[in-house]
Nanobody, 121 residues
Framework: QVQVVESGGGSVQPGGSLRLSCAASGNIFSIPYMDWYRQAPGKERELVARIEPGGTRNYADFVKGRFTISTDNAKNRMYLQMDSLKPEDTAVYYC???????????????WGQGTQVTVSS
């Protein structure tokens, strides 16, 4: 059984930094796509960053130049380094890993439990 667990998050002042981690465990053949999403109170969940097969990284315009997504494929881990944080970055952040459990199965989405990030002075 596959599990995806997040860690990190917390409270920080504007301009500060935080690092989120996401780890997958269980029966994993490959993880072709890894995403970070966020959801602020009263808003829709939105895509923040993605790593595609081959390592291409895509970012939402509102985090470009401030956030960096990275992976440790050998450990089935993903990270989100968040710098120059703004109050509008306050949200619950979720990782999503699209995991293949075998060569014969297509990727399925697995979500982390979510972690709160609060940016406030």
């Amino acid at each position: 059984q596959v599990q995806v667990v997040e860690s990190g998050g917390g409270s920080v002042q504007p301009g500060g930094s935080l690092r989120l981690s996401c780890a997958a465990s269980g029966n994993i053949f490959s993880i072709p796509y890894m995403d970070w999403y966020r959801q602020a109170p009263g808003k829709e969940r939105e895509l923040v960053a993605r790593i595609e097969p081959g390592g291409t990284r895509n970012y939402a315009d509102f985090v470009k130049g401030r956030f960096t997504i990275s992976t440790d494929n050998a450990k089935n881990r993903m990270y989100l380094q968040m710098d120059s944080l703004k109050p509008e970055d306050t949200a619950v952040y979720y990782c999503k890993m699209n995991i293949r459990e075998s060569l014969l199965k297509g990727p399925r989405p697995y979500w982390g439990q979510g972690t709160q990030v609060t940016v406030s002075s």
